[in-house]
């Protein structure tokens, strides 16, 4: 980012949109929810559609549409020519048709926005003080499997929306060796093992997760007929001594090391590198902070990272590179092959020293 100054006139419409930035917010979601951002697009060829004809084919009050648009309309989110017609901005056409933009905010709206009230309080203290909104779990991911329905919802096409896309690239690098034992660490609903079962057909996956998110996946690969090799190993990292069985070639994780502190992420790879032996690969797909091209890419994963403070666990974020090479090397591990993938991942294969 580059640190000009804006002149003060524009530096104070910034700091009042963020003192709102909460209205805004509710607004573009009201406004999706109401199916107006979609009346306003469907409409686009007559130019433009008024507050009256809105609020008539949606049965809304004038007052209401009347309300939101105005806010909408100071945010750049529609446009409004002289006659009081409203068309999308580019910026509304995103937040109600951009795939990850829909995925984000779904899950500020339903998984965060709650809990971001307590921020202050969960930098203060480590703890992901915002959680209390959902549930009582120590952190998130011991309620996942429990999560009222809407909120997992969000939580999973958000999880799954940042590692889905990428996987099939992943297997090329994973199967360049032809594994036939893979342990995926932190397997999450099974979509690795199940994807790795399709393609390969004598590949045996251990799901290695907490109990709750473990019984999820084993039951997800069963039912796509990979009951027979797909396996599971119950673990909960945060344990004393935690430990993990031997006999894989490779050991994945996708997404995983950034749900932790980076003690924690070295106690992990620790504890992998003793079942290791030198011929195994441990390989760690993630999406650094520092290696995005787009700013927006960044600014996602930062805001991802305050997920983690106030939600998730307190303690953990989105990492630069040069972080987990450090934690790699500090936990007994030497990297081996550094691959971008894709526009945002990238990979480290890693070996035992
Ligand atoms: C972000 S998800 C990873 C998703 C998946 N690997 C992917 O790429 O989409 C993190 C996973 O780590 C697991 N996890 C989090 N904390 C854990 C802990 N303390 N012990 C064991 N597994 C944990 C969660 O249950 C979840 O499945």
Known sequence: MSK?????????????????????FQTTVALRKLGVFDYIFDNRDGGGVTVQEIANALSISVYGIGVLLELAESSDIVLKDEKGKYELSKTGYFLNYHETVNVNINFTD???YKGLDHLTDAIKTGKPEGLIELGEWPTIYEGLSVLPEKIKKSWFEFDHHYSDAIFDEALEIIFR??????????GNTGKFAIRSCKLYEDVNIKIIDLPGQLNKALENTKNEGFGERVS???????????????GMDTIWMSQFLDCFSEEEIVKILSTCVKSMDENTELLIMETFTDRQKFDNAKFILEATSLYFTVMANGNSKMYPADVFLRLIDEAGLKLKE?????EYHTILVCKKK
């Not at 104070?12 to 949109?17: G, P, T, Y």
């Not at 060796?177 to 932190?186: A, E």
């Not at 599971?232 to 031997?246: A, M, Q, R, V």
């Open 4 to 24: 000009k100054q804006l002149k003060a006139i524009e530096a104070l419409e910034e700091a009042q949109k963020i003192a709102f930035a909460p209205f805004t």
């Open 338 to 342: 550094d691959i971008k993938m894709g």
């Open 110 to 112: 339903k998984v965060c």
């Open 232 to 246: 599971g190993y119950e673990i909960d990292w945060l344990t004393d001594n935690p430990s993990i069985p031997t």
């Open 177 to 186: 060796n032809n594994p036939k034992c893979i342990f995926d660490i932190g």
